[in-house]
């Protein structure tokens, strides 16, 4: 069952009443009115109260009882109807949701599903606001799709904070919760963008288009919402390459890391492997000339400790010459 969050009538940009859906179309009808109606998660029955009182299209109704439908913006009579997909962040994920609003003289009508900031603070705003207000449904209507486009922003806004966040620390060695979190983000600002790209053209629409309860001298306020769905856009796509070099950036740091810490285990190998050669001599001469054998060259010569003391000294010096000019020591 869905649940009327608030219907009233509106004359000169004052609220004239709180009303009950049954006697909204009475209350259209009168000169100088108009009805502003929202409705969130509605049932068939709701939907078909309202089709009986205003005459809404038969495929208008479909559409706004499944929902999961593309923005879009058609006319069906007397009636301008249009689709548009909401975003709100909900722990550093966006959920998405849907709102679709009928216009036509004397009503406007918004049905919301799944995920969006409440309307009621478009509502307070407008209802203080009277001046703007007796322009009647014209209003309404760019208030709603002004706060809806306004509230892509403010996702972006929240996103651009923690993606600047983890610029700062781009680098600083990559771990898997920083990879895991940056691959997210990507796929939030491409999910925000494939809702907020198709809104552009919807208010482009509303900014061209000649549409049934829509007053012309009213365009210049679409083409307002217009160049804030365009910002929202340049921003995502801003945080979508920022984020993508973070990554890249991250990751030459990191194979630059890893190249340094190979060049520096290959030098400490280099110089332990030319200190055991230049050691493996004196252990040579010494392990041969430590086995047990009666009859060995130079064995009972005078000057044959010392010739070997030599040997070993000399070619120990020879090897540390070599292995210092070869960098190796």
């Given at each position: 069952m869905g649940k009327v969050i608030a219907?009233?009538?509106y004359s000169a940009g004052r609220k004239v009443a709180d009303i009950a859906v049954e006697e909204s179309g009475a209350w259209a009808a009168?000169?100088?009115?108009?009805?502003?109606?929202g409705i969130e998660a509605p049932s068939e029955r709701d939907l078909r109260q309202l089709q009986a009182q205003f005459g809404l299209h038969?495929?208008?109704?479909?559409d706004a009882l499944k929902a999961h439908q593309r923005p879009k913006l058609e006319t069906y009579g007397d009636t301008t109807f249009l689709v548009l997909r909401t975003a709100f962040l909900e722990e550093g994920h966006i959920a998405l949701g849907e709102t679709e609003i009928f216009i036509g003289h004397g009503y406007?009508?918004?049905?919301?599903?799944?995920?969006?900031?409440?309307?009621?603070?478009?509502?307070?705003?407008?209802?203080?606001?009277p001046k703007q207000l007796a322009h009647g449904e014209d209003y309404v209507l760019y208030a709603l799709v002004d706060f809806i486009v306004d509230n892509y922003l403010?996702?972006?806004?929240?996103?651009?904070?923690?993606?600047?966040?983890?610029?700062?620390?781009?680098l600083e060695p990559l771990d898997?919760?920083?990879i895991a979190r940056i691959y997210e983000l990507r796929r939030e600002l491409q999910k925000l963008r494939l809702v907020a790209a198709p809104a552009v053209e919807v208010c482009r629409r509303l900014e061209h288009t000649d549409l049934p309860g829509i007053d012309v001298s009213f365009r210049p306020y679409f083409r307002d919402v217009v160049d804030h769905a365009n910002r929202a856009l340049e921003q995502i796509d801003a945080?979508?390459?920022m984020l993508g070099f973070a990554f890249e950036a991250a990751l030459l740091m990191e194979s630059s890391r890893q190249s340094i810490e190979a060049t520096r285990q290959s030098e400490v190998s280099r110089r332990l492997a030319g200190w055991a050669a230049i050691l493996a001599?004196?252990?040579?001469?010494?392990?041969?000339?430590?086995?047990?054998?009666?009859?060995?060259?130079e064995l009972h010569w005078r000057y044959g400790y010392l010739a070997v003391l030599l040997v070993i000294a000399v070619t120990c010096i020879v090897l540390f010459n070599r292995f210092r000019r070869a960098g190796w020591i």
């Open positions: 219907a009233a009538a009168r000169p100088g009115h108009f009805v502003w109606i038969e495929l208008a109704i479909e406007v009508i918004s049905v919301r599903h799944g995920a969006s900031a409440s309307y009621r603070e478009v509502r307070q705003r407008a209802e203080a606001a403010v996702v972006v806004e929240r996103l651009a904070a923690e993606i600047e966040a983890l610029e700062e620390h781009v898997e919760a920083r945080l979508r390459e001599v004196p252990t040579a001469i010494a392990g041969l000339y430590g086995m047990n054998f009666d009859h060995m060259p």
